[in-house]
C-alpha cells in the first residue's frame, strides 16, 4: 500500500469528497491489487478532515431570551383522518422552563396561539425571541437581508419582544430548544400511547398508577 499513499493522499487533497469506490479504481488502475474494504480502511484514516468548529458558550440574563420551534411528532389517526401530531415549544433560555402545546397542525394560526398560551402560563414573556428559518417567522432570507412574517410582526409589536433570527447553520444558538424537543421526543412520548382515539396513558405522581387523558379532542398544554 504504501508505494500508492503519495498518490491517494495528493488526490484527496485535491478532491476531499472523493469516494473511496472510485478511489479505489484510480489506484487499482495504477497497480494496487488489495481489497475495497481494506482500501476503505486506508482512505478513513488518512482524509482530510476540516478543522473543529468553536462556539462560544452563550450565556443570558433572566427574561432576556426565549428560544421557539416546532416539533414534529410523526402521525395520529382521528377517525378517517391521519393528522400530524406537532409541538409547539419555548424555553426560557436563563431558566430552561419549558411550555409545550401540541397541535394538529403548524399553521399560523396554531404558531401564534402556542405564544399567547406560553405567555399567559408563564404570566410574562422574555425581551427577546429566537427563531430559525420557519415560515412562519421568515418570508425570506438572503444572506443578512430578512424579511419576516407581517403576522408575527404585528403579534411580538402587540406583546412587546423582539423576534430574531439565529445565524444560518448555528444550531448552538437555538440549541436549548432543540434538547427540549428531542427530550420530549426520546423520553416523554416513549411512555405514551398513542391510540386511534386519541387517548395517551400517563403515569401519576407517587405511586405509580396511570391516568388516561385525552387528546384527541384538540390540543392539549404543558408547561
Not at 452563550?58 to 393528522?83: K, V
Not at 440549541?175 to 412520548?189: A, H, M, S
Amino acid at each position: 500500500m504504501d508505494p500508492y499513499l503519495p498518490f491517494m493522499r495528493e488526490t484527496l487533497a485535491k478532491f476531499p469528497t472523493l469516494t473511496a469506490s472510485r478511489l479505489h479504481t484510480m489506484v487499482r488502475e495504477r497497480g494496487f491489487g488489495g481489497g475495497a474494504d481494506y482500501f476503505r480502511h486506508i482512505v478513513a484514516r488518512h482524509r482530510p478532515r476540516p478543522p473543529a468548529e468553536a462556539y462560544l458558550r452563550l450565556r443570558t440574563l433572566p427574561g432576556e431570551q426565549m428560544q421557539i420551534d416546532w416539533g414534529h411528532f410523526g402521525h395520529i389517526q382521528i377517525g378517517r383522518a391521519r393528522r400530524p401530531l406537532m409541538a409547539f415549544v419555548v424555553v426560557l433560555s436563563y431558566s430552561r422552563r419549558v411550555f409545550v402545546h401540541f397541535s394538529l397542525n403548524a399553521r399560523m394560526d396554531a404558531f401564534l396561539q402556542g405564544h399567547a398560551l406560553a405567555f399567559a402560563a408563564w404570566g410574562g414573556l422574555a425581551r427577546v425571541a429566537l427563531y430559525d428559518n420557519l415560515k412562519s417567522a421568515l418570508l425570506e432570507r438572503v444572506g443578512e437581508a430578512i424579511r419576516f412574517n407581517p403576522e408575527l410582526l404585528a403579534f411580538a409589536s402587540h406583546y412587546r419582544y423582539e423576534p430574531r433570527p439565529v445565524a444560518v447553520a448555528r444550531g448552538n444558538e437555538k440549541g436549548r430548544v432543540e434538547r427540549k424537543i428531542r427530550f420530549i421526543r426520546q423520553t416523554l412520548l416513549r411512555r405514551a400511547q398513542f391510540h386511534r382515539c386519541g387517548r395517551s396513558s400517563t403515569p401519576r405522581h407517587g405511586r405509580g398508577a396511570r391516568a388516561r387523558r385525552p387528546i384527541c379532542a384538540g390540543p392539549r398544554t404543558s408547561a
